[in-house]
């Protein structure tokens, strides 16, 4: 199992839905529980985005391995988001295939 990276912003509306979207694949428990994700934020670990830097442009980004699973963009809605933060976990629970 790989760890995902998710670089967020304290406040954001997208990396509140991505939030409630992890909460609830580990409530469905199995792999999902399981999937390790590394919480960056964005504007107080500065240094710790920097390996990212010019990769992604909005927040909440996913990546695994350094390779950007997932960037938010504006106007998506919870569905959405929670789509693409699955196959985040998805892609993380079977170590990156797809």
Sequence with gaps: MKTLTMI???GCPYCANAHRAIDALRAEGGAYAA???DFV???RETERTQPFAG???YVPSIFMDGEKLYEAQPGQDYDKIYA????AFDAAGTD???
């Design 35 to 37: 999937v390790p994700v």
């Design 41 to 43: 934020d964005e504007n």
């Design 8 to 10: 967020e912003m304290q």
């Design 55 to 57: 990769k992604y442009y």
């Design 84 to 87: 693409e933060v699955k196959r």
């Design 96 to 98: 990156g295939t797809r």
